[in-house]
């Protein structure tokens, strides 16, 4: 009982401290939009993202290419799923927020 308090506490003053790490990839996702057009495993405007995991499961480096895609947008790769619709850029976002989520979408299953 007091270790979990004690535990809390500690949590609740860690979230005051430093915000920017505290923020969970489902907070970034809901944040910047992504359920707009995403969604876990149902296909909407883009494929769903157990879809994107299938796609480049094992794939060498592909949460750094996919980070990339989610700041700097893309098209060309879904076609077939999405009839040609664009993903847009998230220029606002870090290489480590995106990284972060890359690694999330590539371990949906
Ligand atoms: C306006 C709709 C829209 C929004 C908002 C959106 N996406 Fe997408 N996303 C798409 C479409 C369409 C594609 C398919 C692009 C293609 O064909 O290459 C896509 C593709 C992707 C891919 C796969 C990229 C590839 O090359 O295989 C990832 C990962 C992804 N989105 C993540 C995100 C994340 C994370 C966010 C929020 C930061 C987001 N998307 C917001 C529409 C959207």
Known sequence: M?????????????????????????DLLNSNGCFACHSVDTKMVGP????????YRGQKDADMMLAKKIIAGGNGHWDDVT???????????????AQSIAKWVLSTK
Do not use: R
């Not at 769903?48 to 796609?55: G, L, R």
């Not at 009839?83 to 927020?97: C, D, F, K, R």
């Open 83 to 97: 009839g040609g619709v664009m993903m847009p850029p998230h220029p606002g976002m870090s290489m480590e927020q």
């Open 48 to 55: 769903s993202f157990k879809m994107v995991a299938d796609k």
């Open 2 to 26: 007091k270790k979990t308090s004690l535990f809390l506490g500690l949590s609740s003053l860690l979230l005051l401290s430093a915000p920017s790490y505290a923020a969970s990839v489902n």
